[in-house]
């Protein structure tokens, strides 16, 4: 039973336009929601993160929102740069301590 | 300073066999996490460690999977007689002190069983 869902293998975005990346979640015991980002080869890299008394957290060109009663975040990224070109993760945390992962979404920004 | 490391960081080995898994924590953090990422799945949670003790280890997928953390900081973890099921990318992270702080990843062991 997978608790987090990231529904879109893969997007791909246009250099300087927006990137949204979606997930969500069904346990309702989440109380702390993160992004990682991953390049090959290389352990996740945290990114932004949420509590669940917020409903946005922004920093930079990243910006996390949260739909409570959806029970559904996403991520915006704008403008999106080749560099932002990874597999992000999607991550919730309840009462406690381990990461709850989404399978992960491709994100290829093109030139 | 320096980030969480994992050492090998490829591994082959027979069914059967037994292997060993490390991990180095940034310095002062507490908190130590192992997680399992399959092709194509994000990571999934094995055990946590806070200090010297197994605080969470209900990740763990049966009993030949045991993990060590005697001093408080490096990790051992150790999968007897391996299955080509157990071949996956073993990720350690860590974090200041647990809860809701950061967790850090390492770049992982790939680990293969033929």
């Known amino acids: 039973d997978q608790q987090v869902k990231q529904n879109s293998p893969s997007l791909s975005v246009q250099e300087g336009r927006i990137s949204i990346l979606n997930c969500d979640y069904t346990n309702s015991m989440f109380d702390y929601f993160l992004w990682y980002k991953k390049y090959p080869a290389e352990g996740p890299t945290f990114l932004i993160s949420i509590s669940s008394i917020k409903d946005k957290n922004e920093d930079g060109r990243f910006t996390v929102f949260l739909n409570k009663s959806a029970k559904h975040l996403s991520l915006h990224i704008v403008p999106s740069q080749p560099g932002d070109s990874a597999v992000y993760f999607c991550?919730?945390?309840?009462?406690?301590?381990?990461?709850?992962f989404g399978g992960g979404t491709r994100l290829m920004v093109k030139p | 300073g320096a980030g969480v490391s994992q050492t090998p960081s490829n591994k082959v080995t027979e069914k059967g066999k037994y292997v060993e898994l490390r991990c180095d924590p940034i310095s002062g953090h507490t908190a130590l996490y192992w997680y399992r990422q399959s092709l194509g799945q994000g990571p999934e949670f094995l055990i946590y460690?806070?200090?010297?003790?197994?605080?969470?280890d209900s990740g763990l997928p049966n009993d030949r999977f045991f993990a060590v953390r005697p001093e408080g900081s490096v990790s051992t973890l150790k999968i007897q007689r391996t299955e080509r099921g157990d071949s996956a990318v073993y990720l350690c992270a860590s974090s200041l002190t647990g809860s809701t702080d950061t967790q850090y990843f390492g770049p992982g062991t790939r680990l293969t069983v033929l």
């Open positions: 460690f806070q200090g010297t003790g197994a605080a969470d």
């Open positions: 991550a919730a945390i309840k009462a406690g301590n381990m990461l709850t």
